[in-house]
């Protein structure tokens, strides 16, 4: 048994090295179809991060009295916090509003100047809601609606439920038409990888006939081509690890520019899912070579 | 050695290429098959080499009954019957060694063994000196008499020869024929398929003429009579 695997192992990796331009095609084809594919999830990845802070910008208010006391507004906060639809509840005083006001205002000194005349903070304070799920807000704002506190003065939900759903409406085409542009894609990619696999082993039929004339055994014709066929799968996949990193890293400076302030790293999300990604990419690919392997093999073998 | 029994053999088409054939070959004979293309030497081949079943009768190797044999018995079939063909059926990659080699190594004998037995299959067809090179680097002869070596490193009782000749010229393929009857002589039963007359009445051993898929001759030391 182990005499036959190492010449299993033996006949694969000679006919990989004697055939290298069918190897090389055939690996070429792989890694196409590879990097199309990585980029197609890049995409996905990306878009959803692009949705992911629009979704972040949406927030909800509530104004708060001017004379409510610190007590009182982080009594109300600690409410907030521990209703099930929140993520997280923001306090900003009257000064960090004024802070906040002024700077969005720095280049507008008519604005400045007339609160510099008022000569008090105009501002109230607020607590800033932000939803655990976009989904979540419809019915958050029903429940911050009926709430009941004497210290909100006013309520912000301004447009929010129009823009959301149709954030979420957008959402969900980008992740509808995304899936169905990866998943017609792969199928392509599979079908590319199938035929080139194929067309590999026409390539072998005569060897084939020779192995079934001289008696080798169903099993021993058709595993060198499998084992070939693993031995492509595991070159192109490390092909494409060591030219997607790089491209990775390499876009990820202009992502982080595009992005500022939020934490869209492409690069740490492929290294944080390294086995995951590659390791199922790996499965896929050897799994549809060797089905293509074995199918080419069956139907060449019939002598 | 090896028994038809009124073997019948259709195509899809609905050609009979094989018409109610019996044959006896006994052990350590020399038979040619004769005839001209199309009259079912070569699905005899396949027949005895279990490529091919019959549509009727009985077809014995030895006292094994290869009638119905299946698909996973084939090889072990063919590691008992070796066989040569017009085109060589050589592995244009491999060495001359190694195409001889192949043939045990694909059935799992030891390295040891291979060692042990090519050398000398390769001294047998002449092939010392050449063994290294590739097929395309030897002439038909020498790549026909790498087949026979090949169809001989299984020792095998039946020796089929389907055509041996037909790629090779004449001092090539009486030198094939001379091999051949080395090997009958060593005790191996061998069935040579040809039409070519000189080869066959040179030999002066059985010869079976087939003609429409039927056996219209059948003469001990006979000769070419189509």
Redesign the interface.
């Given at each position: 048994m182990l005499l036959s695997l190492i010449r299993i192992i033996k006949f694969s990796l000679q006919d990989v090295v004697r055939n290298v331009w069918l190897s090389v095609i055939t690996v070429t084809i792989l890694c196409l179809a590879l990097f199309s594919i990585n980029t197609l999830i890049v995409a996905k990845i990306i878009s959803q991060g692009a949705v992911d802070v629009v979704k972040d910008k949406v927030d909800i208010s509530l104004y708060l009295k001017t004379d409510a006391t610190e007590d009182q507004i982080m009594a109300l906060r600690s409410d907030l916090t521990n209703m099930d639809q929140i993520k997280n509840v923001m306090y900003v005083s009257k000064k960090k509003a004024l802070d906040f006001f002024r700077l969005k205002n720095k280049n507008n000194p008519e604005i400045l100047q007339s609160l510099h005349e008022l000569g008090t903070n105009p501002l109230s304070p607020s607590l800033v809601i932000t939803p655990k799920k976009t989904e979540y807000i419809p019915d958050l704002i029903q429940k911050l609606k009926s709430l009941e506190n004497d210290i909100i003065e006013s309520r912000d939900f301004t447009d929010n439920t129009t823009i959301l759903n149709k954030i979420n409406l957008i959402t969900r085409r980008i992740n509808q038409i995304g899936m169905l542009i990866i998943a017609v894609f792969i199928a392509i990619s599979l079908l590319v990888v199938y035929n080139s696999v194929r067309m590999a082993v026409y390539t072998h039929r005569k060897e084939i006939a020779i192995m079934r004339l001289v008696g080798a055994s169903n099993y021993f014709t058709f595993m060198p081509f499998v084992f070939s066929s693993l031995i492509y799968t595991l070159a192109s996949i490390l092909i494409i690890i060591s030219l997607f990193y790089p491209f990775l890293s390499l876009i990820q400076p202009y992502l982080e520019t595009f992005f500022m302030g939020y934490n869209i790293n492409i690069l740490s999300y492929y290294l944080d899912n390294f086995v995951k990604m590659f390791g199922l990419q790996f499965a896929i690919v050897a799994f549809i070579n060797i089905i293509a392997s074995l199918l080419a093999v069956k139907k060449y073998s019939e002598v | 050695m090896i028994k038809l029994f009124n073997i019948s053999k259709s195509y899809i088409n609905g050609i009979k290429v094989l018409d109610d054939v019996s044959l006896h070959i006994r052990p350590g004979e020399f038979v040619s098959i004769v005839g001209q293309s199309g009259t079912g030497k070569t699905t005899l081949v396949k027949v005895l080499?279990g490529?091919e079943k019959v549509d009727e009768g009985k077809v014995m190797i030895g006292d094994w009954d290869i009638t119905n044999i299946r698909?996973?018995e084939?090889?072990?079939?063919?590691?008992q019957i070796g066989?040569i063909f017009q085109d060589f059926?050589?592995?244009p990659?491999k060495t001359l060694k190694e195409n001889v080699s192949?043939?045990l190594?694909?059935?799992?004998r030891?390295?040891n063994k291979i060692n042990k037995i090519v050398p000398s299959v390769m001294k047998i067809v002449g092939l010392e000196e050449e063994q290294n090179r590739y097929p395309g680097e030897v002439s038909g002869g020498e790549q026909q008499r790498t087949a026979i070596a090949?169809a001989l490193v299984?020792q095998p009782k039946i020796l089929l020869a389907d055509e041996p000749t037909g790629n090779l010229d004449t001092i090539n393929a009486e030198e094939i024929i001379d091999l051949l009857l080395r090997i009958n002589n060593f005790g191996t039963t061998v069935i040579l398929v040809t039409h070519n007359r000189e080869v066959v009445n040179r030999l002066k051993k059985r010869v079976i003429t087939m003609e429409h898929g039927r056996i219209v001759s059948d003469r001990e030391h006979g000769k070419y009579l189509l």
């Open positions: - | 080499i490529e698909r996973n084939v090889p072990y079939l063919r590691r066989v059926k050589l592995l990659r192949f043939a190594e694909v059935c799992g030891s390295q090949r299984h």
